[in-house]
DNA sequence: GTCTATAGCTGGATAGAC
DNA sequence: GTCTATCCAGCTATAGAC
């Protein structure tokens, strides 16, 4: 507790740096990906636009920042979300209904995730927020099939299904969040029974 | 064939709607939805910046027609990959098969599709082209289960599902093309028979 | 129908004072 | 660590000449 409570130098924050990053949510939710300049994060946060430079290498550091908590909080939901039934195949079922939910609910945040256009090879620690998420379904499909590359190949097949109905359901191709969480759900099912069968 | 070749009055072409249209094409190809302007489509197509003015009412209306496009050249691929197979179930799979395939092919004009953020209810010829393209599943879905209500929650699930694979492999989180195609048509046909077991 | 020229705006980023 | 001031760049859109 000791030298926690600094003075603010300029004039403001003892935290900047965290408050640019909730500045920074609060405008993409907003606005989408399209509204978020530094010049506007600057604004938001109440501090010049020079500011974020001393936090910040430039503007796509602190996008990147951003992307990377959507991933944090996504694995923290569907992992939340999973944890709610035993059944390995309505494990499966959860995560695409909590995938569908997520993108419903945090619209801006959720295609930040795909639209931000940030190479991840250059940024090793997204690849791997984006890997831990698909490891969420891993426990689940292994014991759906024990075969490892079978299992594998189903994680991919019931994310990238839940990932399908979450931008169609934003597009309005689906009718309603419910409606689109049961059928991921359901789909997920069928994926899922189908690597049972075979 | 009368009066086809006009003098261009200015300085250039004869049809230069349709040259913009390649040109922003290009620009859309080769720098995604972020280059896209009208000044450097201008510059492509080798007029001033002042001159797309006469021939779309603005940067969005040269932007939704590309979309307009891109959906019509969906269409024409899905359809002609779909009517080399016979069966319905297969007819689904050919589908998401060649989905995965143009995504791969076209990035920008397919990223383009659903990133270009434009208002569909403002624009119903998009929203129009758009259903066209699931139209195109309705025959084949009625044939394996004959309920209405159970072939178009069969066609959301497989063109959701074929959306999601197709992110997935631009996204680098399926290995190549070539497996993504199989695995997304796949998923197409488990689908599928599941709506003929039920 | 196309050009030149320009107005008006917004953003990224840096230099230097404090 | 923050500010002020500034530079440079790029875009959209319009006015008016030809």
Chains 1, 2 share one sequence.
Do not use: W
């Amino acid at each position: 507790m000791d030298s926690e409570v600094k003075r603010p130098s300029g004039r403001h924050h003892g935290d900047l740096r965290r408050a640019l990053e909730a500045a920074a949510m609060d405008v993409v939710a907003e606005k989408g990906l399209a509204g978020f300049t530094l010049a506007e994060v600057s604004r938001r946060a109440g501090v010049s636009v020079a500011a974020p430079y001393k936090h910040f290498a430039d503007r796509e550091a602190l996008l990147a920042t951003l992307v990377l908590r959507s991933y944090e909080e996504q694995r923290r939901r569907y992992r939340a979300a999973m944890a709610r039934v035993a059944d390995p195949v309505e494990k499966l079922a959860a995560f695409a209904s909590a995938y569908v939910r997520f993108a419903v609910d945090e619209r801006s945040l959720f295609e930040l995730t795909f639209a931000a256009g940030l190479d991840k090879r250059a940024r090793p620690e997204l690849a791997e927020a984006g890997a831990a998420l698909l490891g969420l379904l891993e426990a689940p499909a292994h014991a759906i099939c024990g075969d490892d590359q079978r299992a594998h190949r189903l994680v991919l097949a019931v994310a990238a299904c839940a990932h399908g109905h979450a931008v169609f359901v934003l597009e309005g191709v689906l009718d309603g969040p419910r409606d689109a969480r049961r059928q991921a759900a359901s789909a997920a099912r069928v994926l899922a029974n189908a690597h049972v069968a075979l």
